[in-house]
């Protein structure tokens, strides 16, 4: 929090404590030209990456840019506080702090000063007397409920993010800070990625294998049975040991990662929950080590889910829609009837507008041009860049790149020179 913004202890003319949180003048000028080298970067991957279509590394650093520049929008960081704080309201799990947004501002955010315990702070709270264990599985459960019931998650919960309420010790809960990245799923990803988790939950790796196919994360095309022997392959060994030392995060890495064998097509949307339920796994097995996260979070993904994809929740869908539906059906009738008439007389044709053709006839060129050396730089650069940017702090506080800036520069001249030899 403190790379981007700085935070002061303040007060209202009322008496009421606060925290101003005030973006770093000059800050954004910096960070948009770092991005521009990340921009750079996924170009020239993308260019002479043999991979370079599936492995999608503009998607990658345009989903980073969307975060790291929404980061600076406190009016936007303030707006997610109060979502989140909504869903919570009542909660006894989570709190998340009141926004005064008659002080906030696009450059401020003035929110409720809170107490707590940070959460890295062990030795404090078991001196405290808090009840570790219930502690890490509220944690687990709080983050399955971000995800999975509000699609609205909290996605930067390292420990400098979370305190405790020490209030009460034996039934102590979280208190979250830092809004500025909460991120959500679209509604496909969501179902297909909690479906995933259940299926691997449950051992059962065709479902894995085939979930992969109907998301579209993998082709249409791909060998089910082998893709679930992929699967068997990675999640199998770890119920071979103690469920307590098993990551579950690590394992669902594992598993894509295995799967681009398969073709898999990054999926930018995901790289945030990937991070974040690594961050709530690490931040659980330091409360309490000998958690189980199978046994904790199987359960809940499987009530949220009995609850959202439901019968009765189908049925209020449908029952919202039916009107909508019954508006355009009277068209319907005539829409078919026309259809299958210009499918009778041969009609029907699939256009291919010129530019489509033009980009295929430029993506032909570029494999074409492919220079191996080429392709080992670039891979190593945005490598480099992804592992770097997505550890934001460090990564803005060490903005200054000349070295790197001419080392691009040497490469970028080099590769346009053999472009125009190609």
């Not at 009460?168 to 979280?174: E, L, Q």
């Not at 770890?238 to 999926?267: C, D, H």
Request: with cysteine; aromatic share 8%.
């Amino acid at each position: 929090m403190a790379s981007i913004a700085q935070v002061h202890a303040a007060r209202l003319p009322d008496g009421t404590e606060v925290v101003a949180k005030v973006v770093r003048p000059g800050i954004e000028a910096r960070i948009r030209r770092d991005l521009e080298l990340l921009d750079a970067l996924a170009r020239l991957a993308r260019r002479y990456h043999p991979e370079g279509e599936r492995i999608r590394p503009n998607e990658v650093v345009t989903e980073f840019k969307r975060v790291i520049i929404d980061e600076l929008d406190m009016q936007r960081e303030g707006a997610n506080a109060s979502l989140l704080r909504r869903n919570f309201e009542g909660s006894e799990d989570l709190y998340i702090p009141k926004i005064h947004w008659s002080h906030t501002a696009d450059r401020v955010l003035v929110m409720e000063r809170v107490g707590g315990v940070p959460v890295r702070d062990i030795d404090e709270l078991k001196r405290l007397g808090v009840d570790l264990e219930r502690l890490a599985t509220r944690g687990i459960r709080v983050f399955y409920t971000q995800v999975f019931r509000d699609n609205l998650f909290h996605a930067d919960m390292h420990p400098g993010n979370i305190r405790i309420d020490v209030s009460d010790p034996a039934d102590a809960s979280y208190i979250a800070l830092d809004f500025g990245i909460v991120a959500s799923l679209a509604p496909k990803d969501l179902y297909y990625i909690g479906e995933n988790f259940l299926a691997i939950f449950n051992r059962d790796y065709r479902r894995v294998a085939e979930l992969h196919v109907e998301a579209g994360w993998v082709p249409a095309d791909t060998r089910i049975d082998e893709m679930e022997a992929a699967a068997r392959t990675v999640c199998e060994p770890s119920f071979t040991r103690p469920l307590e030392e098993v990551s579950f995060g690590q394992m669902v890495i594992n598993l894509f990662q295995v799967a681009r064998r398969f073709k898999l097509t990054i999926q930018p949307q995901l790289i945030m929950l990937q991070k974040t339920l690594l961050n709530i796994e690490g931040m659980g097995r330091e409360l309490y080590p000998k958690i189980n996260i199978w046994e904790v979070a199987k359960p809940e993904l499987e009530s949220i889910f009995r609850e959202r994809y439901g019968f009765a929740k189908t049925a209020r869908k449908v029952g919202r829609e039916l009107p909508s539906w019954l508006a355009r059906s009277p068209d319907i009738p005539n829409m078919v009837h026309e259809a299958l008439r210009l499918a009778a007389r041969g009609q029907i044709k699939a256009r291919i507008d010129s530019s489509d053709l033009n980009q295929i006839n430029q993506q032909m060129q570029r494999h074409n041009r492919r220079v191996p050396g080429a392709i080992l730089s670039a891979g190593l650069l945005i490598s480099g860049s992804m592992l770097a940017a997505f550890d934001v702090g460090p990564w803005l506080q060490t903005h200054s790149l000349p070295a790197i800036g001419a080392f691009i520069a040497a490469a970028v001249i080099g590769w346009r020179t053999l472009d125009r030899r190609a």
